[in-house]
Every structure is written in structure tokens, then in C-alpha cells.
Antibody
Framework: QVQLVQSGAEVKKPGASVKVSCKAS????????ITWVRQAPGQGLEWMGW????????NFAQKLQGRVTMTADTSTRTAYMELRSLTSDDTAVYYC?????????????WGQGTPLTVSS | EIVLTQSPGTLSLSPGERATLSCGAS???????LAWYQQKPGQAPRLLIY???SRATGIPDRFSGSGSGTDFTLTISRLEPEDFAVYYC?????????FGGGTKVEIQ
């Protein structure tokens, strides 16, 4: 069965960076992409961007351009999302989800979420 | 980017009642590329509907989606206790993908 297992909760100081992992199993990793979505406390869902696990192509939300990097390691079937220059506004639960190889798709399978707290 | 506006913000209903949730788009959604998700506290979103009206695998038939262009609707024909949750629409036809602000369906 398809599973996406994310890394654990993180606590970071303002200005720091965080790298969240998402390990995939149960499907051919390179046939799909991984999208990242975040949810601030008590708020809605925010699409952050997407990476193709096949060729590494990425597309990011404009507001995160320059601060976010998404990578995919095909040898370990793991996707990563790194966010730099953190502020308290980045406090949220971060989800990875499987998407189609072209990125503009709905997501059936989701990770369990990784809570990130940014606080001094 | 396409802005999705969901209404109402909160829907207070009783089990067995019909729920009608709306999602309006600021511009036409390409190829009816509109999905609905259900989210319960502490859980990841769960896909209910894609392509505006196709139910995802395992989703009960009391959930139905309709609409095209800029106006979409999710209908829950008879609310079950497990249906009380927050519902989000998402357009995936145009990058950046965007979500609506959500509708909370609560027990009256």
C-alpha cells in the first residue's frame, strides 16, 4: 500500500533553517511527484510547491521563492523540503503528498504531517 | 492566481440532514480541475472528490460534487456522525494550485 512517512516535529529559532523528509513506499517513486502543503495553527491549507521525482523539476509558490528548496533522492525514495530564514509565520504543520508527475493534480496519498514551531 | 472562496464558513446541522457547501473561483477552473478534501482535527486531508464530480476510491455515495467554470458544490446527502469536519476545495488546473479557506460542518 502507498505510504508517505514524514520526519518528526521540529523546533527552530527565527532565522534558522529546517529540512523535512518524506519517505515513500508502495509505488514506483519516479512515476509521480511530491507536493508540499502547510497549515498554520487554526488556518487553512497552503500549497507550497511541487517536485517531480522523475527529473527533479520544481515549481514553488511565489511567496516562498528564494527561501524553499525541494529535492528528491530516488535511491532512498525520499523527498525533502528545506525552508530557510524562518520566522514565526512559518509555524505550521507541513504535509507531503503524492501528486502526478506533472505536478498539477489532486493528491490521494498524504504523509502524517510534520509540526514546525519557530520561536525564540 | 485563482482565488477560491468557500461558503458558508460554518454550517451547523444535525445528523441525517443534507449539507450543501459552495466553492467559488475568481476565474474559470481549467477542465473542471476541482477537488474536495475532508480534514478532521490532527489528521491529514482526505480526498473526497476530483474532477469536480468524481468520487475518490472508498468514498461513500452520500458525497457528491457538481459544478463547472467558477461555481462548484459539494453535497452530503445525509450527514453521518463521522462527517462533521472541515472541508476544503482545491483547484489543480492552473499553477499555483490553490485551496479555499474551508467550511466547517459542525453538529447543531
Amino acid at each position: 500500500q502507498v505510504q508517505l512517512v514524514q520526519s518528526g516535529a521540529e523546533v527552530k529559532k527565527p532565522g534558522a533553517s529546517v529540512k523535512v523528509s518524506c519517505k515513500a513506499s508502495g509505488y514506483t517513486f519516479t512515476n509521480y511527484g511530491i507536493t508540499w502543503v502547510r497549515q498554520a495553527p487554526g488556518q487553512g491549507l497552503e500549497w507550497m510547491g511541487w517536485i517531480s521525482a522523475n527529473n527533479g523539476n520544481t515549481n514553488f509558490a511565489q511567496k516562498l521563492q528564494g527561501r524553499v528548496t525541494m529535492t528528491a533522492d530516488t535511491s532512498t525514495r525520499t523527498a525533502y523540503m528545506e525552508l530557510r530564514s524562518l520566522t514565526s509565520d512559518d509555524t505550521a504543520v507541513y504535509y507531503c503528498a503524492r501528486t502526478c508527475s506533472g505536478g498539477v493534480c489532486y493528491s490521494i496519498y498524504w504523509g502524517q504531517g510534520t509540526p514546525l514551531t519557530v520561536s525564540s | 492566481e485563482i482565488v477560491l472562496t468557500q461558503s458558508p464558513g460554518t454550517l451547523s446541522l444535525s445528523p441525517g440532514e443534507r449539507a450543501t457547501l459552495s466553492c467559488g473561483a475568481s476565474q474559470s477552473v481549467s477542465s473542471s480541475s476541482l477537488a474536495w478534501y475532508q480534514q478532521k482535527p490532527g489528521q491529514a486531508p482526505r480526498l473526497l472528490i476530483y474532477g469536480a464530480s468524481s468520487r475518490a476510491t472508498g468514498i461513500p455515495d452520500r458525497f457528491s460534487g457538481s459544478g463547472s467554470g467558477t461555481d462548484f458544490t459539494l453535497t452530503i446527502s445525509r450527514l453521518e456522525p463521522e462527517d462533521f469536519a472541515v472541508y476544503y476545495c482545491q483547484q489543480y488546473g492552473t499553477s499555483p494550485l490553490t485551496f479555499g479557506g474551508g467550511t466547517k460542518v459542525e453538529i447543531q
